[in-house]
């Protein structure tokens, strides 16, 4: 019961993708046939023990955390929604807490990696275009779509920000750094004309020789280039450089909510992962510096 009307309510409301849309709506009915196994036949009458159960049930068929606490914040949408449109008077969801999640590796650069891969590029057409997207990609640590769906209009170099439209065109303004910006000026005012030059109705930010917008395959090659020109054709991904953004901006004092606004995550569970880089590089340091660790 209620999920057509939480679908509405997450497209409507929301302004979620239908893949983010499908994913909720996936974690919900996973446990509303927790619920049924219980004898509930109707989510709104589920209590904290029922959802503690399926979290519980979750771990024992050998979830990770994360998949776990991203089903906590699918059911802990639902009945907020639930309880917005008056359907029930309580949140069984109110008093759980997500899970600690394990420490895993995040594959970053170091700034030194990057600003070498930043300086490859060369004066062509091509290596402007190829500059101002390696800029961008880590000046705001935007997502693959998000780079290669972006137009024109979505860039502001006078006052320095770029509009992210991320999922179901939801848009959040991240700030744009000097080289960014300079980057981008220089691409259009040397490389994007001549590359639209028989396409001039194209509205994509960045465009192939032939006018038309870049492809993800199209990004992927670019990327394995300047990569394989640095020795790290092996790591390089469109992905590496939003992990080195997020850690970089950990390092040099970005706080947890500011830098989840920066990433786009609805939520800060996914944000937090970067936190850990920082405390074992300083406990790294300690081990490694202090004569009785």
Known sequence: MYIEEFRAYLRDRRGMSEISIQAYLADIKEFEEECQSC????????SNS????????????GRSTSTVNRKLASVRAFYKFLMAEGKIDGNPTKSLKTAKLERRNIDFLTVEQIEEILDKPNNTLKGKRDKAILELLYATGIRVNELINADVCDVNTKIGFFTCRGTGGKARIVPLGGPAREAIEDYFEHTRDMFVKNNKFEDALFVNSNGGRITRQGLWKILKNYGKMVGLEDRITPHIFRTSFAVHMVQNGAD??????LLGHEDATATQIYLFVTKNRIKDVYDKTHPRA
Request: charged residues 30%.
């Open 256 to 261: 947890l909510k500011s830098l989840q606004e």
């Open 39 to 46: 004898g509930i036949d109707d989510m709104a009458k589920a």
């Open 50 to 61: 029922h959802v503690a159960s399926f979290l519980m049930s979750l771990r024992d068929k």
